[in-house]
């Protein structure tokens, strides 16, 4: 029986916006579409997942190595320009939080969970802004906790991270499941630690996980729901 469900931030719940994006690059002489920005993204992700990237100083330098991705996917060349355009873009995330934008799906799946009877932690690897940002953008009301590697000094993959956000739910590994869109920080992390990963894979560029997949946060709940 599930009890309580952990949620990662970005991939997740939030994403880059990707108008504020393509502004920047069309102030630095960059032009390209967010459409097409966005649709780099989960091929930038799934191109990240690897373990040496997890060895990077910091989520802060994977969330920059992942927008050069970004950018390359979608056709552009990485240049003096570009790099201007993602230092001013660095500097608005600092202060602000660059993933800012609500999937549609979100708010209806949040409420849906949590009228199912479940709890609900964030715990994002991210740079000390979310949760102002989640406040920001209205997600705080619609989750119990949320928590900032930042802030805690600790990120995914290590368990202590997942173990911390246990004891502040005051919950059971054994009735959580951990939701994640990467595959070594969300689902390696979450297994260390004894609780059940389940990878949400929108673009279904992960079909030889070992793991449960799921396409949305609707097929979340519908999972969820069938094995109560």
């Given at each position: 029986?599930?009890?309580?469900?952990?949620?990662?931030?970005?991939?997740?719940?939030?994403?880059?916006?990707?108008?504020?994006?393509?502004?920047?690059?069309?102030?630095?002489?960059?032009t390209?579409?967010?459409?097409?920005?966005?649709?780099?993204?989960?091929?930038?992700?799934?191109?990240?997942?690897h373990?040496?990237?997890?060895?990077?100083a910091?989520?802060?330098?994977?969330?920059?190595?992942?927008?050069?991705?970004?950018?390359?996917?979608?056709?552009?060349?990485?240049?003096?320009?570009?790099?201007?355009?993602?230092?001013?873009?660095?500097?608005?995330?600092?202060?602000?939080?660059?993933?800012?934008?609500?999937?549609?799906?979100?708010?209806?799946?949040?409420k849906?969970l949590?009228?199912?009877?479940?709890?609900?932690?964030?715990?994002?690897?991210?740079?000390?802004?979310?949760?102002?940002?989640?406040?920001r953008?209205?997600?705080?009301?619609?989750?119990?906790?949320?928590?900032?590697?930042?802030?805690?000094?600790?990120?995914?993959?290590d368990?202590?991270?997942?173990?911390?956000?246990?004891?502040?739910?005051?919950?059971?590994?054994?009735?959580?499941?951990?939701?994640?869109?990467l595959?070594?920080?969300?689902?390696?992390?979450?297994?260390?630690?004894?609780?059940?990963?389940?990878?949400?894979?929108?673009?279904?560029?992960?079909?030889?996980?070992?793991?449960?997949?799921?396409?949305?946060?609707?097929?979340?709940?519908?999972?969820?729901?069938?094995?109560?």
């Amino acid at each position: 029986m599930t009890e309580t469900v952990f949620l990662d931030a970005g991939g997740v719940l939030v994403n880059p916006n990707w108008s504020r994006v393509a502004e920047s690059l069309h102030a630095h002489g960059v032009t390209v579409e967010p459409e097409a920005l966005a649709a780099a993204d989960p091929h930038a992700r799934r191109a990240l997942d690897h373990p040496d990237n997890l060895r990077a100083a910091g989520d802060g330098s994977r969330g920059w190595l992942y927008l050069d991705l970004v950018l390359t996917r979608a056709g552009l060349f990485l240049s003096e320009k570009t790099g201007a355009a993602l230092r001013e873009l660095r500097e608005y995330h600092d202060r602000h939080n660059l993933w800012e934008s609500v999937p549609d799906e979100v708010p209806a799946a949040l409420k849906r969970l949590r009228g199912m009877g479940l709890r609900l932690a964030v715990v994002s690897n991210a740079n000390g802004t979310v949760r102002s940002v989640f406040e920001r953008i209205g997600l705080s009301p619609l989750v119990d906790l949320v928590l900032d590697s930042r802030e805690e000094g600790v990120e995914k993959p290590d368990p202590r991270f997942f173990a911390l956000a246990l004891s502040r739910m005051g919950a059971r590994a054994e009735t959580t499941v951990h939701v994640g869109d990467l595959y070594e920080a969300d689902v390696r992390g979450a297994r260390a630690a004894g609780i059940e990963p389940v990878l949400l894979d929108r673009a279904g560029l992960y079909p030889e996980a070992d793991c449960r997949r799921v396409g949305s946060l609707a097929a979340l709940a519908d999972w969820l729901e069938a094995r109560e």
